[in-house]
């Protein structure tokens, strides 16, 4: 099997910073694009930032300038930076990688259970 486990969500003041962490872990040959969603109540679930294996990285406009996106490929682990934290920033957030399985040639989506990241004003 293949998961992701998802942990530094929690409740932080505007302003703040949080760190989230994702480590994959199973029957794993290789790992490509990695990143990171969120879905606020009532809203679809939106971009936040994409990091390629080789550490390139895209964002969406919402986390420009405050939020660093980051891998470790060694411990298969993406990680999301978050400062200057707003309300708006609320959201459950969800980390993805695309995966390809031991002796198995196509790449599958695979996804996190969530964690909650709550910015008080």
């Known amino acids: 099997q293949v998961q992701l486990v998802e942990s530094g969500g929690g409740l932080v003041q505007g302003g703040g910073s949080l760190r989230l962490s994702c480590a994959a872990s199973g029957s794993i040959g290789s790992i490509n694009a990695m990143g990171w969603f969120r879905q606020a109540p009532g809203k679809q679930r939106e971009l936040v930032a994409t990091?390629?294996?080789?550490?390139?990285?895209d964002y969406a406009d919402p986390a420009k300038g405050r939020f660093t996106i980051s891998r470790d490929n060694a411990k298969n682990t993406v990680y999301l930076q978050m400062t200057m934290l707003k309300p708006e920033d609320t959201a459950v957030y969800y980390c993805y990688a695309e995966i390809r399985r031991l002796f198995t040639a196509g790449l599958r989506d695979y996804w996190g259970q969530g964690t909650q990241v709550t910015v008080s004003s």
């Open positions: 990091i390629a294996r080789d550490g390139v990285a």
